[in-house]
């Protein structure tokens, strides 16, 4: 026999969907009343209300003061996000180590942390590192994301080993990690950034070019992220250019680091700077990078044919290396392409992870308030 207490299935679909409709304002504007509430959502005022008990007696939001500003009427109630609802805790790997950001389910942040390399196994590290973030604020933690410098294959969501790849490898799997751990690539995070509150927020599809110690293209085609099978669709270090691939043939030109096979992002940052102060020489040696990332760049416009191009990383965002590369594309792509830089420049991979693990978070807590 079904359970009389047990709310319908179109019932308790209308519930949650009521449910995230007001957490969903919550998370975006605060504080907040009920009134605002089924103003702001088009809801009725008493499913707003049952909706805001529900929640209330969930834990999910909490009573925070009345409207004391003197107006006639009844006094309304304001609402906020309960300080135990949950937090949400972000990483980055990459070869400068481990970068943590934790937030609560509204994107306030509660905590930073950064944790240089220690030669330990990265498993560990990371495991650690994320631990010390999810102490930060109270309530339970609904999400972990972890951003990657090398591919991650979306069925097995493993990280993939590259031959020559300088970055963490085959040593991070997110079942290993806890439960509701997000694993991706550091250049699909930061394409995801940008869509969310970037330079491709318009845009109908657009790759995003990470220019740094690495190489990597996001691909972005009718709203969706192009992985491939094995999570290696836009690794475009390996592209073949005159007969070795397009990481060697930088490398040749001076650009490659010789302690680590990766590029020397310091001698490109010098060049683009010496080239902006005049340098005849440097000048010479960024028209050949940016002719060189340009021809690639060019390569993917032809196969993919998207409506923008975004240029991110530690040296893609600088105007000289995106003028050259624009200039390039423009003369080699066979339809008009928009070159332009990113716009989320401080850690846009971070960033990504963050806004994943707040999405993956905010469902988390709809599920439980669901499930009480």
């Not at 939001?61 to 309304?76: E, N, S």
């Amino acid at each position: 026999m079904s359970d009389p207490d047990r709310p319908l299935p179109r019932l308790a679909m209308l519930r949650a969907m009521t449910d995230r409709a007001v957490l969903d304002h919550v998370f975006v504007h605060g504080r907040t009343t009920r009134a605002e509430l089924a103003a702001t959502t088009g809801i009725s005022k008493p499913t707003i209300s049952e909706s805001v008990r529900r929640l209330e007696t969930a834990g999910a939001l909490r009573a925070t003061g009345t409207d004391q500003t003197g107006r006639r009427g009844r006094i309304a109630t304001f609402y906020e996000l309960a300080a135990d609802a949950g937090r949400v805790v972000a990483a980055e790997v990459n070869q400068e180590g481990i970068r943590t950001v934790t937030t609560d389910l509204t994107g306030t942040v509660l905590a930073t942390e950064r944790h240089p390399p220690d030669g330990r196994p990265m498993t560990a590290a990371v495991w650690d590192a994320v631990t010390v973030a999810g102490r930060a604020g109270s309530g339970p933690v609904r999400a972990t994301a972890i951003s990657v410098a090398n591919p991650v294959d979306p069925v097995t969501h493993e990280v993939v080993a590259l031959p020559g790849s300088p970055f963490p490898e085959g040593t991070l799997r997110a079942g290993e990690l806890g439960r509701d751990v997000l694993l991706d690539n550091d250049v699909n995070f930061s394409a995801l950034a940008e869509r969310r509150e970037g330079a491709a927020r318009a845009a109908k599809s657009f790759a995003y070019v990470y220019i740094g110690a690495g190489l990597g293209v996001s691909l972005y085609v009718g709203d969706q992220l192009v992985r491939g099978a094995h999570g290696l669709a836009g690794e475009i270090g390996y592209l073949d250019s005159s007969g070795s691939t397009l990481a060697d043939t930088l490398a040749g030109q001076g650009f490659g680091r010789a302690d680590a096979p990766s590029l020397d992002v310091v001698a490109i940052l010098d060049t683009l700077d010496a080239a902006a102060s005049g340098d005849a020489v440097a000048a010479d040696r960024l028209r050949l990078l940016g002719t060189t990332l340009g021809r690639a760049v060019a390569a993917i416009c032809t196969i993919v044919d998207p409506d923008l191009v975004l240029l991110g990383g530690p040296a893609g965002t600088r105007p000289g290396l995106v003028a050259e590369i624009r200039r390039t594309v423009g003369e080699v792509a066979p339809g008009p392409v928009r070159v332009e830089a990113g716009r989320v420049t401080d850690s846009a991979a971070l960033r990504g992870a963050l806004l994943s693990a707040l999405d993956h978070g905010r469902d988390g807590l709809v599920r439980a308030v669901s499930e009480n």
